[in-house]
């Protein structure tokens, strides 16, 4: 049974900082795009970022270019997502996800309707 499990996620200061991570078992993840999504209240899941397996290719939303860092080290299977200069708009449901089938493109898991997905970890900021 595939499995993917977020950890890391909690309670930060506006401009502060949280580091995600996501673990995937159940079958071989070889050659799998992974990402980040996540969900704030009220609103529709959301594209955050997105690595290929050798972590040569990655892509973000333009909400988080330059502040967030995706990762992945196959070794553990387990995805990353650093997020630095944590803004108002970004405490959410963060939601780790892979795609079913290998060495699909990159940008494919942001509207593909066959990927894995995690339960999701929640990011709140302090007032």
């Known amino acids: 049974q595939v499995q993917l499990v977020e950890s890391g996620g909690g309670v930060a200061q506006a401009g502060g900082s949280l580091r995600l991570s996501c673990a995937a078992s159940?079958?071989?993840?070889?050659?799998?795009?992974m990402g980040w999504f996540r969900q704030a209240p009220g609103k529709e899941r959301e594209f955050v970022a997105t690595?290929?397996?050798?972590?040569?290719?990655?892509y973000y939303a333009e909400s988080v270019k330059g502040r967030f860092t995706i990762s992945r080290d196959n070794a553990k299977n387990t995805i990353y997502l650093q997020m630095t200069n944590l803004e108002p708009e970004n405490p959410a449901v963060y939601s780790c996800?892979?795609?079913?089938?290998?060495?699909?493109?990159?940008?494919?898991?942001?509207?593909?309707?066959?990927?894995?997905w995690g339960p999701g970890t929640q990011v709140t900021l302090s007032s």
């Open positions: 690595i290929n397996w050798s972590g040569s290719s990655t």
């Open positions: 159940g079958r071989t993840f070889i050659g799998v795009v």
């Open positions: 996800a892979a795609r079913k089938s290998a060495a699909t493109p990159v940008l494919s898991i942001v509207t593909s309707q066959r990927n894995y």
